[in-house]
């Protein structure tokens, strides 16, 4: 299996490019492969294309290199593009399956219906975003409000010694040093998750930014894909910022303690993520969000991340390898995920996440048994 587009070096995952991949007969194109992958060399190699969230960029790379071990035959080619570009190439049946950190809306599932029937969206992924900045000379983790969080990004704090930050933070000798803000340039369910969150705590966001993959930043430096984010804030002093939790820790990024719900300020860890996806044991891609969660020990900025496939496959036997390639991952695979500082999927969004495996048909059949 080569896992392309992206180096995830941290993890140990060698990605080849894509020119490699091709020289070994794989296309991006979905459907070229009428073998299933298995343990035996003498089997057809089977192709498996992906594109979306650079969010599960790090969890897909360390379970698509573990199937491996098992299914050698199986070659996966992830494109850590972000899910906005990722949704238009499943729409356009450019991939086998789609990733993103906010299910389709309304019109994005019409025209994916419109483009290849109906789409099946199942929770992979169960990760925090970080708030994370850069001060060198500060050494404390910092805390934050809410209300500090939005006017930081609204522009209204402009920098870090501003009393707002100082007053939470006593016993931190702050800098007069300018914030910069940094966002996601492109379309992204993590700006979708942080915006969510925005909206639910600020008044003044949610009337004049409000939520979306993409929003109209007040300000402040964009960059692509939380890769791009977690650079340029390394690179830039007095830097403010949000990416995925795994790219903080992996950058060795500082981040803020935020204040939740319930008064209490919560960094972000496997602990506190899974504690805010307690408060929601109702998920599905109708009722995603679970951002401000109540809970003392809830972390107010975290997400599900859905990867997307077609509720009818246009060929069984790669159908049978893709399903299986996603069963593992919403399963089995989900012990991985502490070890790159992802929160396992609850078991019963696992149960969840099969049964809905079990909806997809080849020529009307079950794939999935």
């Not at 296309?27 to 070229?32: I, L, Y």
């Not at 820790?249 to 506190?272: C, D, F, H, I, R």
């Not at 997307?308 to 060929?315: A, E, F, M, V």
Request: net charge neutral; glycine share 10%; with cysteine.
């Amino acid at each position: 299996m080569q896992i392309v587009k992206r180096v995830w070096k941290p993890f140990g995952v060698l990605a080849l490019t894509a020119t490699l991949l091709a020289g070994c007969g794989s296309s991006a194109t979905p459907g070229n492969t009428n073998q299933t992958g298995g343990g035996q060399s003498n089997q057809a190699k089977v192709q498996l294309t992906g594109a979306g969230s650079s969010f599960d960029f790090p969890y897909f790379s360390k379970a698509f290199a573990e199937y491996k071990n098992t299914h050698p035959n199986v070659e996966v080619n992830y494109q850590s593009v972000g899910s906005g570009a990722g949704i238009e190439q499943f729409t356009k049946q450019l991939v086998d399956f789609g990733a993103t950190d906010v299910p389709l809306n309304k019109d994005e599932y019409a025209k994916a219906k419109a483009a290849g029937g109906d789409v099946v969206q199942i929770p992979v992924a169960l990760g925090g975003v970080a708030l994370a900045y850069n001060l060198p000379e500060v050494t404390q983790q910092l805390k934050m409000t809410p209300d500090v969080v939005a006017k930081i990004f609204l522009g209204k704090i402009k920098n870090w010694n501003d009393p707002a930050i100082q007053s939470l933070n006593p016993d931190v000798k702050l800098p007069d040093t300018p914030i910069t803000t940094v966002h996601r340039s492109d379309g992204s369910g993590t700006n979708y998750i942080v915006t969510d969150y925005l909206s639910a705590v600020s008044p003044e966001w949610k009337s004049s930014i409000g939520k979306g993959k993409s929003v109209q930043w007040p300000g402040g430096l964009g960059a692509k894909g939380n890769e791009g984010v977690a650079g340029q804030i390394k690179q830039t002093t007095g830097a403010f910022g949000y990416v995925e939790l795994a790219y903080a820790l992996e950058t060795k990024m500082s981040y803020v303690a935020l204040q939740n719900k319930a008064g209490k300020y919560v960094a972000p860890t496997l602990e506190s993520v899974t504690a805010a996806a307690s408060q929601f044991p109702n998920v599905s891609a109708d009722n995603f969000s679970i951002v401000n969660a109540p809970g003392d020990g809830s972390y107010p900025i975290a997400g599900y991340s859905w990867v997307l496939l077609w509720k009818d496959q246009k060929d069984a036997n790669k159908a049978k390898t893709l399903l299986d390639v996603m069963k593992y991952v919403v399963t089995d695979g989900q012990k991985l995920a502490t070890t790159i500082q992802y929160a396992p999927l609850p078991q019963n969004v696992q149960e969840m996440a099969v049964g809905l495996l079990k909806q997809i048909t080849a020529s009307g059949q079950p794939v999935l048994q």
